[in-house]
C-alpha cells in the first residue's frame, strides 16, 4: 500500500497517510486540526529530516538577545 505525504494547508502540519485507494485519497484530512485542506507533496525519502516537522522561523535570528541581562 502506498504512503503518501500531505501537508496541511490550514496549520501546515506535515503527514503521511495510507492510502488504500482513489477515493481514500480525496478524503484525507489533517489529524492535527481536521482541516480537508490538504496537499500531497512528492514523498521524497531521501529529504526525510529525522523525525519530526522542526523549522526554523524566519527573522528568528534577527537581533534576538533578550536572554541574557537579569538572573
Ligand atoms: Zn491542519
Redesign the pocket.
Known amino acids: 500500500m502506498p504512503i503518501y505525504e500531505y501537508r496541511?494547508?490550514?496549520?501546515?502540519?506535515l503527514f503521511e497517510t495510507i492510502v488504500t485507494s482513489a477515493e481514500a485519497a480525496t478524503e484525507v484530512v489533517?489529524?492535527?486540526?481536521?482541516?480537508s485542506?490538504?496537499k500531497k507533496t512528492i514523498s521524497a525519502s531521501s529529504f526525510r529530516i529525522s523525525s519530526g516537522s522542526n523549522s526554523i522561523p524566519s527573522g528568528a535570528l534577527s537581533g534576538c538577545s533578550t536572554q541574557s541581562g537579569f538572573s
Open positions: 496541511c494547508q490550514d496549520c501546515k502540519a489533517c489529524p492535527k486540526c481536521s482541516s485542506m490538504v
